[in-house]
Structures are given as structure tokens and as C-alpha cells.
């Protein structure tokens, strides 16, 4: 089927053909692990590269490779894979970079199992790293060393919702020959395509929007064929990071809602965002679509809507954080997003408690910073449940 116009048809339609699969409607599910050959000659053609075909499906599944397509259309790539997690698919490309005594420049803070990564790569092969603001052209090209291979991106940044752009970044990153590579889970192919602002990889935790049910642990990568065709015959071979067919099949299941859902996240969070920062018991709201956000510029440039994450801090300490959330009803306290439930976590002791205080306090997340994933709800009920939890803590401060 060739690419449509409108992203709501391809990611409903695109990498599947029912009339190769007996008129099932749905992909099928090839729960299978491996595949039988006709005879010994069209095996070895196969491991060979002499003829396309499965064999394995750690090298390649039928499933996966409808979710692939449809991913590599809706980020506009060449060609994208599918892992067995957000990480896996971070770290996949990353080693499919780097080389011993290389250097990585990334955004002023990126997620607490990233930045694990990143410290395990110094640690074990002198693969060192900066954070940056890159909040200028001038300024990333002074961050760039003689030896960096490679530029990473989260943007939004999690948790703390500073933005970069990408633009900007892309263009100063091919002035030196270097790839930047984009972490997309905050937006999903529907808020935002980095490559069409010059990147040149792109990254998902498929657990959070892409599937968007709480069900799957999964992650995907987009980028050129050449490329993303390395990492498929090295990264993801080899270390195996690789995705089930039936996570595959569940994925394909929650792409179709994708642009439906990622509109009522968007809608709730506009919502939410502007009663939290008119309470008296919040300090601060960081949220893209809030004029006053500083990089509010950057969203309306390079984000189809501002998202569905919303980080704020409440007056007092960390108990009063921790209080508050514990006065929630409706609200569960998890740390994932981009499910249908409300999710609210407390990155300091949760998703970034693997980073030093120093790090943690450099990149903006304190204490009292708590993390909200705007679920599908009725917003009412959601803004419901925040006021009586914050009323009630409010009262310790």
C-alpha cells in the first residue's frame, strides 16, 4: 500500500495488505520461532542473503515486520525495528554508534535508565558523555569535542519538559558530520517527527503511547535503511534485544486509536495544566502549551499540541510531595505513561533515583517535582482528585 497523505489512514493502514494474509482483516499473529525451509539449498540462500525469506525470529517475524512498516511510515524513515524495550532500543543504537574512547553530547537530562546507560558505557568503554542545553547553535557546536560520534535528544526532556530544537540542533550537528539521535516517546509520531527536522534516528519506548494500554513492554527505532539495516545485522542481532510477535500484534492493536487517544491526552493536559498553576498549594507548572513555558516558542514550531505529560512542584518538601500523593483516589501512582489511566510518580526517589543529586539537581528535578501522566478520563474527575489531594496537603505546608 503506498503512503497516504493524512497520518490518521497510515497508521490505521500502512504495512499490511489483507489480501496476502486470506482477507484477515487484522495481521496475523505469527507466534512461531522459528521457520522450516523447502530444502537444505534455500536455507543456506537464505543465511547467505541470497533470498529473502524468514528464518529465525530473532532475525525477523512476519508480525513484526507489519509493525515495523507502519512505523517507518508514520516517522517518515526509510525503515524502522522493533525491540524488546524502550532501552533496548536506546541502547541498540547507541553501541551501533560508539567505539572505545568516543564522546556523546546530550540534552540537559534525559530518562534515569538513559542516563544509567550512559555511565555504564563510560565506566566499561570509555565511551564518555556532556549534557548540554543546546539552547543555540552556537553553543552546541561549542559542546562538540573532536571525538563525538553522536548527539542525543530527549525533547520533551523527562521530567522536567524543557524542550530543544531539533532544527537548530540538526543543522549545527551536520555542520561536524554527526548524527543526532531522538528519543520521541513524550510525543509519538503524531506530535512529532524529528526527522523531518533533520535528524537522523529516532527512538521510542513503545510501552507508553504507541501502545497505550499498560500491556507491553517494547521499543522501536526509525531511521535511514542503511543505517537501521546495521543495527538489525549487528546491535539487534547479537545482543538480542529483540520484540515477541504477540507484543508485536498488540502494538499494531493500539497504533490504530494512536491519534485518537494522543487528542484527549492533549486536551485533558491543556486543561489540567491551566487549574494546577491557578491553585494556591502549587509552586510551579511545567508544561510546553503554557504561554509562559520558556521554550513555549520551540513547541509551537516543531509539536503538533503540547502533549499529554504535565510536571509540577507543590509547595513544601518532599514529604509534602509524597503526601499528596498518597491523598490521590483516582489517580494511581506509577511510572510509566501514556496509558488511559492518570499516572503521577516522584522522579527523585522513582524514574531518576539512579542519578546523583548533583546530576539530578542540575538537570531541574528537586525534591518536590512530581511527574503527570494525563490519562483518558473525564478531565473533571481527574482535576477532581488532584484538588482534594492538594487541598489536603496543603493544609501541612
Known amino acids: 500500500m503506498e503512503k497516504n497523505k493524512r497520518f490518521e489512514t ?30 537444505a539449498a534455500q536455507g543456506e540462500r537464505r543465511f547467505a542473503g541470497e533470498e529473502e525469506g524468514y528464518i529465525y525470529s530473532r532475525l525477523g517475524n512476519p508480525t513484526v515486520k507489519v509493525l515495523e512498516e507502519r512505523m517507518a511510515a508514520l516517522e517518515g524513515a ?34 534515569g535508565c538513559t542516563f544509567g546507560l550512559l555511565q555504564l558505557m563510560k565506566d566499561k568503554f570509555n565511551v564518555d558523555h556532556d549534557f ?13 569535542r573532536p571525538n563525538t560520534v553522536c548527539i ?25 558530520g554527526i548524527p543526532v539521535v531522538v528519543d520521541n516517546t513524550f510525543c509519538s509520531p503524531y506530535l512529532q517527527k524529528p526527522l523531518e527536522k533533520g535528524c537522523d534516528v529516532v527512538i521510542h519506548s513503545a510501552t507508553k503511547y504507541v501502545c497505550g494500554h499498560g500491556d507491553v513492554i517494547a521499543g522501536l527505532a526509525a ?45 485533558n493536559a491543556e486543561k489540567l495544566a491551566a487549574y494546577l498553576k491557578a491553585h494556591h498549594a ?29 510536571s509540577f512542584t507543590i509547595k513544601g518538601t518532599k514529604e509534602n510531595a509524597q503526601a499528596f500523593m498518597d491523598k490521590l483516589k483516582l489517580i494511581k501512582i506509577a511510572v510509566s505513561l501514556g496509558d488511559a489511566e492518570t499516572l503521577i510518580q516522584h522522579p527523585a526517589t522513582m524514574t531518576h533515583a539512579v542519578v546523583p543529586r548533583e546530576d539530578r539537581e542540575k538537570m531541574g528535578i528537586d525534591d518536590s517535582l512530581l511527574r503527570l501522566s494525563v490519562g483518558l478520563e473525564a478531565w473533571e474527575d481527574i482535576w477532581g482528585d488532584l484538588e482534594q489531594a492538594l487541598s489536603a496537603a496543603s493544609e501541612k505546608c
Not at 484477515?24 to 520461532?33: A, W
Not at 502549587?282 to 503554557?290: E, T
Request: proline share 5%; hydrophobic share 40%; glycine share 8%.
Open 152 to 176: 542525543y535528544i530527549e525533547t520533551p526532556i523527562n521530567p522536567t519538559m524543557r524542550l530543544v530544537d531539533l532544527q537548530m540542533v540538526a543543522e549545527a550537528a551536520k555542520e561536524k
Open 223 to 267: 531511521g535511514s535503511e542503511e543505517f537501521m539495516s546495521k543495527v538489525a545485522m549487528t546491535t539487534l542481532k547479537d545482543m538480542g534485544g529483540v520484540i515477541s510477535p504477540f507484543d508485536a500484534w498488540l502494538l499494531l492493536r493500539g497504533l490504530k486509536t494512536l491519534h485518537v487517544r494522543m487528542d484527549r491526552h492533549c486536551e
Open 10 to 39: 497510515d497508521v490505521i493502514h500502512m504495512g499490511y495488505d489483507s489480501g496476502e494474509n486470506s482477507g484477515s482483516l487484522v495481521p496475523p499473529l505469527f507466534q512461531s520461532s522459528t521457520f522450516t525451509f523447502a530444502n
Open 78 to 111: 526509510e525503515k524502522a525495528l522493533a525491540f524488546g524495550s524502550g532501552m533496548a532500543a536506546v541502547s541498540s543504537v547507541l553501541f551501533s554508534i560508539v567505539k572505545a574512547g568516543d564522546h556523546i553530547l546530550c540534552s540537559q537530562g534525559v530518562y
Open 282 to 310: 502549587v509552586q510551579s507548572v511545567y508544561f510546553p502549551g503554557n504561554p509562559g513555558h520558556p521554550d513555549y516558542s520551540i513547541a509551537k514550531k516543531q509539536m503538533r499540541r503540547p502533549g499529554g505529560l504535565i
Open 132 to 144: 548540554s542545553l543546546m539552547e543555540s547553535r552556537e553553543s552546541v557546536l561549542q559542546a562538540i
